[in-house]
C-alpha cells in the first residue's frame, strides 16, 4: 500500500506527512469499495451493504448543497473543512449505496480477466458486461482462442 501512495499522490515538502495520510486513506477506502464489488458478484449483498455502511460512517458522509463564489449549487456529501480523502470516500460510498441498496446491485462488476483485478458498473443494455474494458476483454479472447487452438494440435 506505500508504494500506491507515493505513486498517487506526490508529497510537498511542507504537507508530505498530510499527502500521504490521505493518499494512505483513499488506497484503504478504495480496497474497501473494491470489496463491495466482490462480494455482490460472490451473491452476498450484507457483506456488501455492511461495508457501504462503514464507509458511509468513517467518511461522515453526509448530503448538503455547496457553492463557491460565482459558481452553481452543487450536491456534496462531506462538510467544507473535510479533507479531500474524506469528500472522496462519501461521494463514492454515497453512489454506490443505492446501488446496492436497490434494484442495481447486479450492474456493479468484477472483471474477469485473469490477471485484471479492477471493477466496473455496467452500463450495457443488456447487463452482460463482464470485463472492464475492450482491453481486458480482447486479452481474454485471445487467450482462450491460444488455449483451445493448442488443445486441439
Do not use: I
Not at 464489488?37 to 458511509?56: E, S, W
Not at 452553481?72 to 454506490?96: I, N, Y
Amino acid at each position: 500500500m506505500a508504494a500506491a501512495s507515493h505513486v498517487t499522490v506526490e508529497p510537498r515538502e511542507s504537507h508530505g506527512r498530510a499527502y500521504a495520510a490521505e493518499a494512505e486513506y483513499l488506497v484503504a477506502a478504495a480496497g474497501r469499495m473494491r470489496a463491495v464489488f466482490q462480494a455482490v458478484r460472490d451473491g452476498d449483498l450484507d457483506t456488501a451493504a455492511a461495508t457501504v455502511n462503514g464507509l458511509l460512517r468513517v467518511s461522515g458522509a453526509r448530503p448538503r448543497l455547496d457553492r463557491r463564489a460565482g459558481e452553481p449549487w452543487q450536491l456534496r456529501f462531506h462538510g467544507s473543512d473535510d479533507s479531500f480523502a474524506a469528500g472522496c470516500t462519501a461521494g463514492c460510498a454515497t453512489a454506490l449505496a443505492p446501488a446496492v441498496g436497490g434494484s442495481l446491485a447486479s450492474r456493479l462488476g468484477v472483471c474477469r480477466a485473469g490477471r485484471c483485478d479492477r471493477v466496473y458498473v455496467d452500463t450495457s443494455r443488456d447487463a452482460a458486461r463482464r470485463f472492464c474494458s475492450t482491453a481486458c476483454r480482447n486479452r481474454a479472447k485471445a487467450a482462450a482462442f491460444r488455449a483451445r487452438k493448442s488443445a486441439t494440435a
